[in-house]
């Protein structure tokens, strides 16, 4: 009886993290759609990056990431955007280059300075005050070349139990908190590592076949088919049906304790064969890590 009633309380626990990552894409999408409206609006505005929320006081905190990747995903997957995203990781090799720091990028005295990158036209931050039951939210953004402000929007976010740990401070922020290596196939966050094996159309779809392994200790992986997309430039985005996680499968989330040395295939079923695919957006729950969000090029 009390392990049925600890799977219980397990299965509860997973659907609640679930319903908290649905809700927040759902309290991003409209910030996202209002900076698309506005940046349109511009023909001198051809890219855009997106540097890490922060608070008041423009110190970043783990939120202020997740929020930050969050908008970067609503953001490129809108096919109304008229400009190209500036991959993060890219942005944080371009501030290296000019010598200046991710932290408080949008602040008033850092905002001279922003013209350096001369290969990014606008850039999107943000500021983020918690209230008793959300955190507010005000986004802008800046055109480089002048200094002006060419978009701004704002919203609330539901401040869930699994995002209230990640409003603390980072220590020592101006090093970097993660490291991220991404290779031609290979795609590594948080210590969780990803892997292009190929694509198979079949005649309900595409399957993506991939390859995931961790580093560290080890750890309870969830994949979600409402958290994976696969982009194609004919038809947008396309929502998986199906995935499969070693010999577990499922049609909304799977889960494995994965070891270190010990990789597991990963299938991802998606109803659109009708290519040509560009990408595939790939988020998974990590309970050493949290939410960790991919990127892949396809």
């Known amino acids: ?35 698309i409206n506005q940046l349109n609006r511009s023909e001198e505005i051809q890219t855009v990056a997106i ?8 110190e970043p905190n783990l939120l202020g990431k ?26 944080n090799r371009l501030l290296e280059e000019v010598k200046l720091d991710a932290k408080g990028l949008l602040a008033p005295e850092n905002i001279p300075r922003l ?3 001369k290969s990014i036209d606008a850039i999107i931050g943000a500021t983020m005050s918690q ?24 919203g609330y976010i539901s401040l869930t139990p699994s995002l209230i740990p990640l409003l603390s401070p980072i220590q020592g922020s101006n090093q ?34 991939l390859q995931v392994s961790i580093s560290g200790p080890s750890s309870n992986l969830s994949f979600f088919t409402n958290q994976s997309y696969i982009l194609t430039n004919n038809t947008g985005k396309t929502q998986a049906d199906y995935i499969q996680l070693g010999e577990k499968s499922a049609r909304s989330r799977v889960s494995k304790i994965l070891y ?13 064969n009708s290519g040509p695919f560009n990408k595939l957006l790939l988020t998974c729950h990590s309970n050493e890590s949290g939410l960790i969000m991919f990127e892949i090029s396809l």
């Open 115 to 117: 013209g350096k990158l």
């Open 176 to 209: 970097p908190i993660e490291k991220r290596t991404n290779s031609s196939n290979t795609y590594t966050q948080k210590k969780v590592t990803i892997e292009k094996k190929g694509l198979d159309k079949t005649s309900n779809g595409v399957v993506v076949n």
């Open 131 to 154: 209230t008793s039951q959300s955190v507010r939210i005000i986004v802008k953004g800046i055109e480089l070349e002048t200094g002006d402000m060419v978009a701004a929007s704002k």
């Open 260 to 272: 270190p040395d010990s990789p597991e295939s990963l299938s991802i079923r998606f109803p659109n």
């Open 51 to 58: 540097t890490d929320f922060t608070d008041l006081a423009y």
């Open 1 to 35: 009886m009390q392990v049925i009633y600890t799977l219980v309380i397990l299965g509860f626990l997973s659907l609640l993290e679930l319903n908290a990552q649905s809700l927040l894409t759902e309290e991003i999408e409209p910030i996202a759609n209002s900076l």
């Open 66 to 91: 997740l929020l930050a990747e969050e908008l970067t995903t609503s953001l490129f997957m809108n096919m109304e955007r008229n400009f190209d995203l500036i991959d993060r990781n890219q942005l």
